[in-house]
């Protein structure tokens, strides 16, 4: 079962940069292509990035391309969010899912966690 925890949000100035974490405890994302979402206030959830269960394919959305980074640790069953030079609209809650498709469709991800809040503002 995957079970999947999100860290590392908070309250950072524009330019800043977090990196988020996603552990998943059920040990058994490895064999699952990994994907971040985040959801705005007022708005829907959307996806971010993806990367591939060997972590060789990465997709990111073109709001966060050249400043966000997907990785992932298959060792520690753990996947990254690196987030640099962030802006006031990259304020959202951040959510880390798990799907046996490596597909930008939220539909199709049918594990997730509580997500983490990421704020941008000075």
């Known amino acids: 079962q995957v079970q999947l925890v999100e860290s590392g949000g908070g309250l950072v100035q524009p330019g800043d940069s977090l990196r988020l974490s996603c552990a998943d405890s059920?040990?058994?994302?490895?064999?699952?292509?990994m994907g971040w979402f985040r959801q705005a206030p007022g708005k829907e959830r959307e996806f971010v990035a993806r990367i591939s269960a060997g972590g060789n394919i990465i997709t990111y959305a073109d709001s966060v391309k050249g400043r966000f980074t997907i990785s992932r640790d298959k060792a520690k069953n753990a996947v990254y969010l690196q987030m640099d030079t962030l802006k006031p609209e990259d304020t959202a809650v951040y959510y880390c899912?798990?799907?046996?498709?490596?597909?930008?469709?939220?539909?199709?991800?049918?594990?997730w966690g509580q997500g983490t809040q990421v704020t941008v503002s000075s």
């Open positions: 899912a798990a799907s046996s498709l490596f597909t930008t469709l939220q539909s199709q991800y049918p594990y």
């Open positions: 059920g040990r058994t994302s490895s064999i699952y292509y």
